[in-house]
């Protein structure tokens, strides 16, 4: 299995549908989570943290699933203004393993 | 806090010159992370910094890729000779735990 996975995408969604991805992960001493949203020709920017608990922002939650290694990210009743690449980050238990991101998943949402 | 400041936000050079990009972290944040993007292989850790000590530069793609990290407030990355190849957005980031990472809007690199 890859580091940190994520599946390409695009997705395509229509404005007001529900969308989720996920991300897994290898490493099972895998410490924190995040998501991040990468707008066209910008910066990642963090989109929010993922706590064990599962955590909700709005219409996005994020959760943590440490049995099966991965975390989602669920999108509920989408908006134009979604439409970016969200990339997931793992963040190791030991300070001296390496921070990996996600290649990301396109998401377009449609009129 | 006026966030990661990278400079330039564009260059374009030609093959064989010498590239150098800056950037300055957040104050306070002990790590510093170089990136690189390409549309074919994502975002690429090239090399970090914590508290200013390379940690790990196992993503530097060669000899001519080097970082510097001479004070807490400042990070180079330099390419000499670059290549067509290095063209690219280079992202700074800083980190600290449990704040995740701050990037910088980044370099857009074009090497002709």
Known sequence: RKEVEQDPGP???P????????????????QSFFWYRQDCRKEPKLLMSVYSSGNEDGRFTAQLNRASQYISLLIRDSKLS?????????IPARRDDK????????????P | ???????????????????TLRCKPISGHNSLFWYR???MRGLELLIYFNNNVPIDDSGMPEDRFSAKMPNASFSTLKIQPSEPRDSAVYFCAS?????GYTFGSGTRLTVV
């Open chain 1, 15 to 30: 404005e007001g549908a529900t969308v989720a991805f996920n991300c897994t992960y290898s490493n099972s001493a895998s």
């Open chain 2, 95 to 99: 980190f600290q735990y449990g704040y």
């Open chain 2, 37 to 39: 993007q390409t549309m």
């Open chain 2, 1 to 19: 806090d006026a966030g990661v400041i990278q400079s330039p936000r564009h260059e374009v050079t030609e093959m064989g010159q010498e590239v």
């Open chain 1, 99 to 110: 921070i990996i991101f996600g290649k990301g998943t396109r998401l377009h949402i449609l």
């Open chain 1, 11 to 13: 997705f395509n969604v």
């Open chain 1, 82 to 90: 979604d439409s970016a690449t969200y990339l997931c980050v793992v």
